[in-house]
Nanobody, 118 residues
Framework: QVQLVESGGGLVQTGGSLRLSCTASGRTFSTYVMNWFRRQAPGKRRELVATISSSGITNYADSVKGRFTISRDNAKNTVYLQMNSLNPEDTAVYSC???????????WGQGTRVTVSS
């Protein structure tokens, strides 16, 4: 069992930056594919924002490419999402998910809210 805890959300102005963290319990963190999702409004479809494989290969949604960076520190069991040039459309609850393979989302965090004011 893996437990994920996100942190780092908050209120930021347009053009600002935030760094989200997701820390995992357990000793197998390095083997998981780690993902960041966001849901911009209740009832709206959840969007896969960024993914990082166990070997460090990254992928991004077109909506955040060039502005967001996903990284991981296996020694700290933590995955990060550096978010720059934020705009109001980035306002959402951001959640991390761990998967045993690409496209699998076996464990989820509770989410952290990001609000970007105009």
């Amino acid at each position: 069992q893996v437990q994920l805890v996100e942190s780092g959300g908050g209120l930021v102005q347009t053009g600002g930056s935030l760094r989200l963290s997701c820390t995992a319990s357990g000793r197998t963190f390095s083997t998981y594919v780690m993902n960041w999702f966001r849901r911009q409004a209740p009832g709206k479809r959840r969007e896969l924002v960024a993914t990082i494989s166990s070997s460090g290969i990254t992928n991004y949604a077109d909506s955040v490419k060039g502005r967001f960076t996903i990284s991981r520190d296996n020694a700290k069991n933590t995955v990060y999402l550096q978010m720059n040039s934020l705009n109001p459309e980035d306002t959402a609850v951001y959640s991390c998910a761990a998967g045993r393979d690409s496209g699998m989302y076996n464990y989820w965090g509770q989410g952290t809210r990001v609000t970007v004011s105009s």
